[in-house]
């Protein structure tokens, strides 16, 4: 990847300390740049949008699954991308796209209006339907999946023997600022509208993108570096061959892919549809909003005290350890659903979202070029965000049927249950591929 610096006033090479600080700071602001595409980012517009179009709490759910299924096809193929042309000009376009998506889901009723002027149909919800279903997939693709994918694999590439405690720094800011992101938009929703509020993210999209090309850069190699700030020496071949480098047909081949995949999958299952539901789950529970949006600051601090302290033990320790910790959160934050009504069951909720958060970080950042190497990080890291994505995708629907037919959310736990029975059985045999 040629012309690292261009279109950019910045020359990693003039800075008296090693760049990789400045892409530990850039790229944990790149992962936050993506929670209007996150569910921790959509949750808060649910109800407003959703009575806006005209959608019931099913059709509104569903537009979000069939919008965040089509971007798991395309979301692995940008891992490719990533691979190919790098994290600088992947993000840059993920960020301007994102923007874009944005602005257009500030305007989702205007289009659907004037498109059913246009087919002479004034009573109908396909067309707002299919509008929001649209435009989730784009900030579905473009923020979920394209940003937050490259920019958390460009940490990952500028640093390999502190790459576990430099993902703890970007872990505690991402925890913050997502744990933080729904009190915020909130005030944005109450303040400016809904639509307002979209425009003013989509502002801020914009901003950040030029921040990107001018800050972005995709690994040390090409700066004659190398990872956590070495200088690049003849003599270092040896050391580099001591890094196997996976490729995606030898990665599936392990049983470590697809248990992390499906372990990490089940996090992003669980939480999306507890989080794009959250206020009505806790009001079926006769909790209020502002209650249910307060539980989101105490599972962020957990989170951020296991990411942290997993994190630098990361370098030290065997991952398997994290898969198995994950799976026994998956199952404290089921149970904690199950018995939501109860003051103990929240408790239950917290700490195993808290938890399961945490690892996740971990697992999700570090893991990944830990046991299958840097070369093809892109392409595996592709794949395994297509699992995230199809989970989340699912997830609001599962949720929101099990209440608005089984009459509650809580039923939702003896799916979970049973999915982390199967994970925790198929994973005794997991070991390190390295």
């Given at each position: ?162 790459r576990g405690k430099i993902n703890a720094i970007s872990s505690i ?151 198995y910790s994950m799976l026994f959160a998956g199952v404290l934050a ?101």
């Amino acid at each position: 990847m040629k012309h690292s610096n261009k279109f950019s006033f910045v020359n990693p090479k003039t800075f008296p300390f090693f760049y990789g600080y400045i892409i530990l700071g850039v790229g944990s602001a790149g992962i936050l740049a993506s929670i209007p595409g996150q569910t921790v980012g959509v949750s808060v517009f649910t109800d407003p949008v959703k009575d806006a179009l005209g959608l019931t709490r099913n059709q509104f759910s569903n537009a979000y699954m069939f919008g965040t299924l089509l971007s798991a096809f395309f979301v692995a193929r940008a891992g490719v991308l990533f691979d190919r042309f790098g994290a600088r000009y992947v993000a840059f376009f993920s960020a301007l796209c994102l923007g874009v998506s944005l602005l257009l889901c500030s305007k989702s009723v205007l289009i659907s209006e004037s498109i059913k002027a246009l087919i002479n149909i004034e009573k109908t919800w396909i067309v707002p339907f299919g509008v929001i279903t649209l435009l989730f997939f784009a900030i579905r693709f473009f923020g979920q999946g394209v940003l937050t994918m490259s920019s958390r694999n460009m940490i990952m590439m500028w640093f390999d023997k502190n790459r576990g405690k430099i993902n703890a720094i970007s872990s505690i800011t991402v925890s913050l600022g997502f744990s933080s992101a729904p009190i915020f938009i909130n005030y944005l929703v109450d303040n400016y509208g809904w639509e307002g509020s979209w425009q003013i993210l989509a502002l801020c999209l914009f901003i950040f993108s030029i921040v990107v090309i001018q800050f972005y850069r995709n690994n040390p190699e090409e700066l004659g570096l190398k990872p956590d700030g070495k200088i690049k020496k003849t003599k270092s071949k040896k050391v580099s061959k001591k890094e196997k480098h996976f490729t995606l047909k030898e990665a599936k081949q392990t049983r470590a892919f697809w248990m992390i995949g499906l372990a990490l999958a089940f996090n992003s299952f669980f939480v999306t549809g507890f989080t794009f539901h959250v206020i009505s789950i806790f009001s079926s529970q006769d909790y209020t909003k502002l209650q249910a949006i307060a539980v989101f600051l105490p599972i962020s601090v957990i989170a951020i005290i296991v990411s942290t302290t997993c994190n630098i033990l990361s370098d030290y320790i065997s991952h398997i350890v994290y898969l198995y910790s994950m799976l026994f959160a998956g199952v404290l934050a089921s149970l904690g659903l199950l018995f939501l009504g109860q003051q103990f069951g929240v408790y239950l909720l917290i700490f195993g979202l808290g938890v399961f958060g945490g690892l996740f970080a971990v697992v999700n950042a570090v893991t990944w070029p830990r046991y299958f190497g840097r070369k093809h990080l892109g392409a595996i890291t592709g794949k395994a965000m297509s699992f995230l994505v199809i989970a989340s995708a699912i997830a609001p629907s599962l949720f929101s049927y099990c209440y608005t037919i089984l009459g509650s959310y809580s039923n939702i736990s003896y799916i979970t249950l049973g999915f982390l029975l199967f994970l925790i059985l198929a994973s005794l045999k997991v070991r390190s591929p390295q």
